[in-house]
């Protein structure tokens, strides 16, 4: 994952903040449960944004407490969690594990490799239990590399390959949500590649590393090129997002959505617009 799928913390209630803060630390909870203490390195807000989704679709019986940490050892923070975050907490793993495996083909980088020997062994226990989501997963990580050791210049193909990795990701269960949930994690990973490509753009290419924007590099109207195309990958997103029966932390998971997500787009390239007349990005 990438790091985008986060709140936009000034935009929400008291109450939606701490319920998010609380969702994460159960995320936490879950990962060294399930798989020790060194997995809560792999830790991210957007498997935060997973354990939401799928716990407003199902709505499982949750656990609430309050405990200290060794992140926060002196004061006890709230936290919950479900089943459903124990499935957050596995594709978190396997996800951190595969994008080890990854970094290491793609540069020889061996943190990397050394970073993959710590989520080994759990990931092998994910791959026991979520064999479908594994498979996709490691197929499309698998497919990237290829494109970009081809220096492929398809923005779509590499788009399409991490958007089939996120719509497996996004599906718990075959059910009859299924179809909404993958046409939700297509397009939400379609746009979070995109959206990557379009913030490593100078880097990647003043450092010679792949990216498919890179005939775009230095033009002047790429902020506006590229803000379109990611509204309307979004968009196609919101589609399949409101076809779910989605209640309890809807305005949450919005927020991610319609804010969050365009939070460090909007740093890098500026939102002249919605810094005019408070609108934001979508």
Known sequence: ???????ASGDLTQEQLARYKACYCGLCRSI??????????????????????????????????????????????PWWNSEVTDYAADMNVAMAY??????????????????????????????????????????????????????????????????????????????????????????????????????DLNSDTIRGRYNPFRRFYGLPDNEQRFRDVLKMLLGEGLVYFDRLPLVQDVGLLQNILCAGLWAQFDEKYGDK??????????
Request: include cysteine.
């Open 1 to 7: 994952m990438f790091g985008y799928l986060v709140a």
């Open 32 to 77: 060294k449960a399930r798989h020790g203490q060194l997995a809560r390195l792999s830790l991210t807000y957007d498997m935060t944004f997973l354990a939401l989704l799928l716990n407003s679709l199902y709505e499982p019986e949750e656990t609430c407490a309050e405990e200290t940490c060794i992140a926060h050892p002196v004061k006890a923070r």
């Open 98 to 199: 595969l994008k080890c495996l990854d970094d290491w083909e793609d540069d020889g980088n061996p943190a990397a490799l050394a970073e993959a020997g710590l989520f080994k062994r759990a990931y092998a226990a994910v791959e026991e239990r979520y064999p479908r989501q594994c498979a996709v997963i490691r197929g499309s990580l698998d497919a990237l590399h290829a494109l970009e050791k081809a220096r492929c210049e398809d923005a779509d193909a590499a788009a399409d390959s991490f958007g089939r990795l996120m719509a497996e990701v996004l599906v718990y269960r075959e059910d009859r949500w299924s179809d909404a949930l993958r046409g939700l994690g297509m397009a939400l990973g379609r746009f979070l590649y995109v959206m990557d490509a379009c913030m």
């Open 273 to 282: 617009k919605g810094q005019a007349d408070g609108t934001g990005s979508v």
